[in-house]
């Protein structure tokens, strides 16, 4: 069975850091690209950031780019969003995302609420 456990959410003030993983279990976590999502109040679930099974390749919703950066670690199966400079706008539910076996799966999500 496929989990997804995210962690390392919390409460920030505005410009500053936090560091979400993503611990997979149930599949060959090297062989999948892994994403964030987020979904703030009130709005649509968006991505945030994809990473490729490989490392070799990432992608990043524009109002992020040059804040966060997704990494893994295939060994650890372990995604990692690290998000800097963050804003109120960041204020959301943040969730690790995959596709395997012709299945979509889901964390339980991790909030991150950045105070002004």
């Known amino acids: 069975q496929v989990h997804l456990g995210e962690s390392g959410g919390g409460l920030v003030q505005v410009g500053g850091s936090l560091r979400l993983s993503c611990k997979a279990s149930?599949?060959?976590?090297?062989?999948?690209?892994m994403q964030w999502y987020r979904q703030a109040p009130g709005k649509e679930r968006d991505l945030v950031a994809r990473?490729?099974?490989?490392?070799?390749?990432?992608n990043y919703g524009e109002s992020v780019k040059g804040r966060f950066t997704i990494s893994r670690d295939n060994v650890r199966r372990t995604v990692y969003l690290q998000m800097n400079n963050l804003k109120p706008e960041d204020t959301a539910v943040y969730y690790c995302?995959?596709?395997?076996?012709?299945?979509?799966?889901w964390g339980k999500g991790t909030l991150v609420t950045v105070a002004s």
């Open positions: 995302n995959t596709v395997a076996r012709g299945r979509e799966f």
């Open positions: 149930g599949l060959k976590f090297n062989l999948y690209d």
């Open positions: 990473i490729s099974s490989n490392n070799a390749d990432t």
